[in-house]
Nanobody, 127 residues
């Protein structure tokens, strides 16, 4: 299983970035996925999750309305479109695989529900 995140960078507050996560080594089109982030000195934080079909999505309150999770199963790629970025969005962003699902926000937002993680991509938002 490999998850390769990319698309991070330096952006001014109010700007946008789109993160990608290229998946390989497993059946991406039948697997639920998610995005987390971790800022220096802080715990890993849930950002967004999506079901295998893309039919169900979940967002942390802090990013709802600004971030959009999506997937292209034909391309085996997960995306995170980030708009209206704020300095507090600065973190390393990780994509992860969620092998099971319960339809519960508590489940999809728990890092222990995920079994494989990408290497992370740095997002820095300047004020």
């Amino acid at each position: 299983v490999q998850l390769q995140a990319s698309g991070g960078g330096l952006v001014q507050a109010g700007g946008s970035l789109r993160l990608s996560c290229a998946a390989s080594g497993f059946s991406f089109s039948t697997t639920n996925m998610g995005w987390f982030r971790q800022a220096p000195g802080k715990e890993r934080e849930f950002i967004a999750a999506i079901s295998w079909s893309g039919g169900s999505t979940y967002y942390a309150y802090s990013v709802k309305g600004r971030f959009t999770i999506s997937r292209d199963n034909a391309e085996h790629t997960l995306y995170l479109q980030m708009n209206s970025l704020k300095p507090e969005d600065t973190a390393v962003y990780y994509c992860a695989r969620r092998p099971a699902d319960s339809g519960s926000y508590d489940y999809v937002s728990n890092p222990r529900s995920y079994d494989y993680w990408g290497q992370g991509t740095q997002v820095t938002v300047s004020s």
